[in-house]
């Protein structure tokens, strides 16, 4: 079994910063994913060893994903209103333009809240 657990979120001002942590089995493509109530869950950063991080442009430029000994890191900078959300630790066994056919990620965290106020 994968379990991935979220760890990191809680409250912050805007202009603040948090970093988000993942610990759970290592896979190929990992990434970043927030769920906004009543929108559709929001693609971050997405990883893979040999290639470049890839970001969505809601965060570019402020986020920054990396991993290390099998955790997964979010760094989150400049956090805006905007930024509230659950956010969730995504992995897959497959390489990541795979999981971008599939359509969505193998595994997933239970998520862990962010709020940022103005």
């Known amino acids: 079994q994968v379990h991935l657990q979220e760890s990191g979120g809680g409250s912050v001002q805007a202009g603040g910063s948090l970093r988000l942590s993942c610990e759970g089995s290592?896979?190929?493509?990992m990434g970043w994913s927030r769920e906004v109530p009543g929108k559709e869950v929001e693609p971050l950063a997405i990883?893979?060893?040999?290639?470049e991080p890839i970001y969505a442009d809601s965060v570019k430029g402020r986020f920054s994903i990396s991993r290390d000994n099998d955790i997964l890191y979010l760094q989150m900078n400049d956090l805006q209103s905007n930024d509230t959300a659950v956010y969730y630790c995504?992995?897959?066994?497959?390489?990541?333009?795979?999981?971008?056919?599939?359509?969505?990620?193998?595994?997933w965290g239970q998520g862990i809240s962010v709020t940022v106020s103005s």
């Open positions: 290592r896979h190929t493509c």
């Open positions: 990883i893979e060893e040999g290639y």
């Open positions: 995504i992995a897959d066994s497959d390489p990541c333009t795979v999981v971008g056919k599939k359509g969505r990620f193998e595994h």
